[in-house]
């Protein structure tokens, strides 16, 4: 059973830059995706980026190209792995849960509907 944890949200200033990281075990095959979603209020979860361990390539919804970057541990591929996003040049509005989620080694995985498991979430506030 894949296990996901998420940490390191909080508040923080508008322009201002954060880090999450994603704890992730349970992987019975080498490949696979992890992803970053968010969930603002009043709002659909929304795919951020997302890494394959097949091959390491990396996919970034359009809203987040340039100030996100999704950063893979060493230990991608393996059964343990953590996967961290940075964040930069913060506004409110990025304000929401963020979830890692794993799933498929695929294109797809920016598609909350094709990743089978999840975290709790970590709640990131943007304001002053």
């Known amino acids: 059973q894949v296990q996901l944890v998420e940490s390191g949200g909080g508040l923080v200033q508008p322009g201002g830059s954060l880090i999450l990281s994603c704890q992730a075990s349970?992987?019975?095959?080498?490949?696979?995706?992890i992803g970053w979603f968010r969930q603002a209020p009043g709002k659909e979860r929304e795919g951020l980026a997302c890494v394959s361990s097949s091959d390491g390539s990396t996919y970034y919804a359009d809203s987040v190209k340039g100030r996100f970057t999704i950063v893979p541990g060493n230990s991608l591929g393996y059964a343990r792995a953590t996967v961290a996003l940075r964040m930069t040049s913060l506004s409110p509005n990025d304000t929401a849960v963020y979830y890692c989620?794993?799933?498929?080694?695929?294109?797809?995985?920016?598609?909350?509907?094709?990743?089978?498991?999840w975290g709790k979430g970590t709640l990131v506030t943007v304001s002053s």
């Open positions: 989620a794993g799933g498929p080694p695929y294109y797809t995985c920016l598609q909350d509907g094709v990743m089978k498991s």
């Open positions: 349970g992987f019975s095959s080498r490949y696979y995706a």
